[in-house]
Each structure stands twice: as structure tokens, then as C-alpha cells.
């Protein structure tokens, strides 16, 4: 039970190419973002279809898949956790985002 207390899966399409940083350290890191899409009808009748984005990190192995395989448009099965990390800006104002740190990944489509 304790994998579920911080469990993402998200199916989506890549906004853009990924970023790809190689660290000092050796270490890969892959950065994207996927736009998940839920459509429903109004009362009137009419489909909506509501677009959200996430922000993605990987890292190792999974970051080096991803750079290799996983491109613009591409859709993919992501699982990981939710983190939110924080900094400050150069006008020194404290800056939050939160991510989905990627652990596993399937590519999706053709």
C-alpha cells in the first residue's frame, strides 16, 4: 500500500522536443511537458475538450529513452511521483513548481 501514497500515471502527447542535460555528475536528465485531453458535453450539447499540462522530469536510464526515442507529438504512458520543488528568482522572489519525477515510460501510437 505504500507505493500508492504518491503515485502519478498520465497518458498524453509531448508539447516539444524534450530537454536533455548531462550533469557533471554523469547523471542524464530528461525535461517535457504532456498535454493530457479530457473531453465532455454541455448541456447544450456541444463536446469541450479540456487540455492540461504537466511537467515531466526523468532521470538515468528513462531520461536516455527518452532522448533517443520520444519526440514532439509523440504520446507516451508515464508513471512516477509528484514532486514540488521551489527557488528564488533573480529578483529574489520565491518561485514553486510542481512535477511528475518519471519512473516508468511507454510509447504510445506508431
Not at 60 to 73: D, F, L, N, P, S
Request: aromatic fraction near 6%.
Amino acid at each position: 500500500m505504500n507505493t500508492l501514497r504518491n503515485k502519478v500515471q498520465l497518458i498524453g502527447n509531448l508539447g516539444n522536443d524534450p530537454e536533455i542535460i548531462n550533469l557533471e555528475s554523469g547523471k542524464t536528465l530528461a525535461k517535457f511537458s504532456i498535454a493530457t485531453n479530457e473531453s465532455y458535453k454541455t448541456a447544450q450539447g456541444e463536446k469541450v475538450t479540456d487540455t492540461q499540462w504537466h511537467n515531466i522530469v526523468a532521470w538515468g536510464k528513462t531520461a536516455q529513452i527518452v532522448e533517443k526515442y520520444v519526440g514532439k507529438g509523440k504520446e507516451v504512458a508515464i508513471e512516477g511521483k509528484l514532486t514540488t520543488r521551489s527557488w528564488e528568482d533573480k529578483d529574489g522572489i520565491k518561485r514553486y513548481t510542481t512535477e511528475v519525477v518519471c519512473n516508468e515510460l511507454l510509447m504510445l501510437g506508431k
